[in-house]
């Protein structure tokens, strides 16, 4: 079981299971909600999810994909946590920096890169990776 949470521990969460899918996420949403150039992000499913300590804000937006979807963040520090949303049913999308186990990192593969057209032109392709245009 991995857990993680918020930045300043308001908001906490366990997942169980394994992860069914690393995604690297280059949508302009993405870009907003982590002040980076992308996001990287694992795949739980919804029913091994759960919120251990606190309740996470809720902003739920009209997605690059077309779809709404609903960031999961603290109301204090503002860290966004996980994401869900019709796009994914049933799945929660964890930002795995949120996560407590900083080896998780070390150890991923890319399955996806999403939005690939916004990839800035400095960051490489990942090989092993599916290029998608969108979601």
């Known amino acids: 079981m991995a857990s993680g949470g918020c930045y300043c521990g308001a908001v906490r969460y ?6 069914g899918g690393s995604i690297l996420c280059h949508c302009l949403d993405c870009r907003k909600i982590t002040g980076s ?11 091994g999810f759960k919120v251990t ?7 739920t937006v009209k997605g690059d994909s077309g779809n709404e979807v609903t960031s999961n963040f603290c109301g204090d520090c503002g860290s966004t946590m996980w994401r869900q949303g019709p796009s994914f049913a049933g799945k929660r999308v964890v930002k795995v ?8 990192l ?13 990839r800035p032109k ?11 245009p969108a979601m």
């Open 122 to 132: 400095w960051i490489g392709t990942q090989e092993s990776a599916a290029q998608k």
């Open 106 to 118: 070390d150890n991923l593969k890319m399955d996806a890169e999403l939005f690939v057209g916004h």
């Open 14 to 19: 366990e997942v169980s299971g394994e992860s």
């Open 37 to 47: 150039a992308y996001s990287t992000n694992a795949v739980y499913p919804e029913d």
């Open 97 to 104: 920096g949120t996560l407590d186990d900083t080896k998780i």
């Open 53 to 59: 300590k606190g309740t996470p804000k809720q902003h």
